[in-house]
């Protein structure tokens, strides 16, 4: 466990690592315990023919038993009693099917550490107060989604003087509610403090084009910032140029695009991976990215797209050690003109279900069960 905390507790998230193993051994060792510990993913790892001394190099990284995110919407694994877990979380979407992923004590302390020292690195850390405008759910009893609790969480960064929420809760679902997103928004404006967006980038649209709309053009806190994750999703319709998008943001709300965050993240990968100036995700210290041929889900040369996939060690309740997501991608290796000297992968969709599917039944097959 000290290994895990040296790699994750790192000031700069981006610097190699002065032991170039630590990673390695790190999940070398988890990997131990997830097969010890969880009878289900033991099964997977036999029938895949897996054991941890068959990571000899990072190279080796791709033969971890690799669960589709989908596989987490029909199956529960846990490596620790379940009466262990201090914060459970389900991945977005108020219909059908969720994952559910849960967070023993270790696991979450370790999480919140390395995201404090993440958040530092880009500036979102600040003892300043500020209003918020959450592009997204408010917090409520009747959910658990890990988006809620990611944008409630964010909040925390910045002391929150009052948060004003995009969809708001009804006790049984959810309403829009981007007329009283404006009005708090003009309340803000007029106040010495700045103003954060958090949440979902189509509400952030929305609300910059009502502002457009109807001639409203404010100059916030030159301390305002916007960080933004989860895509476009159900309103892929609607997604518009990232530059366009950006210019329509400074000129509704004055604040520039350098003070606006893109995140990519995942309930079942919970790992932030922020966007650069010039449009690539740089993945940190902590964790891997491997670009994954659909049909064989072995790894393609860099450059090549291909399913999306991660692996870290920073889960111990649950085998989240190596995910397989739907979203299409092309890793490549730095440097980047942003500066950074990070990998990266650039998004380029989301993958048809069929694939996935296929691959989750597998994995079911794997435990004896129907998929």
Known sequence: ??????????????????????????????????????????????????????????????????????????????????????VTATSSGTKGAQSLVGFDRKSLLLGIGMMFRFFRYYGVLSPVPVNYIVLGYEPSRHTQMGAIKTAYGTTKFAPALHREYALKDTGTDYALNLDGVKRALLRYAKSPFPVRFVGFPPYMFFLAKLLQNEGIRLKLNRRSMILLGGGWKQFSGEEIDRNAFFRLIEDTLGIPRERCLEFYSAVEHPMAYVRCREGHFHIPSYSRVIVRDPATLLPVPDGTEGLLSFVTPLVTSMPLLSVVTDDIAVRREGPCPCGCGAPYFDLIGRAGVSGIKTCAAGANELLGRQP
Request: proline share 9%.
């Open 1 to 86: 466990m000290d290994e895990r905390k040296r790699l994750f507790l790192k000031r700069d998230p981006y610097s190699p690592p002065k032991d170039e193993t630590l990673f390695l051994r790190s999940v070398k060792a988890l990997a131990a315990h997830h097969i010890a510990s969880c009878p289900d993913y033991a099964r997977i790892a036999e029938a895949a023919g897996f054991t941890p001394d068959a990571l000899r190099s990072e190279a080796d990284l791709f033969r971890i038993p690799v669960l589709p995110t989908l596989y987490f919407k029909r199956n529960r694994l846990f490596s620790v009693p379940e009466r262990k877990l201090c």
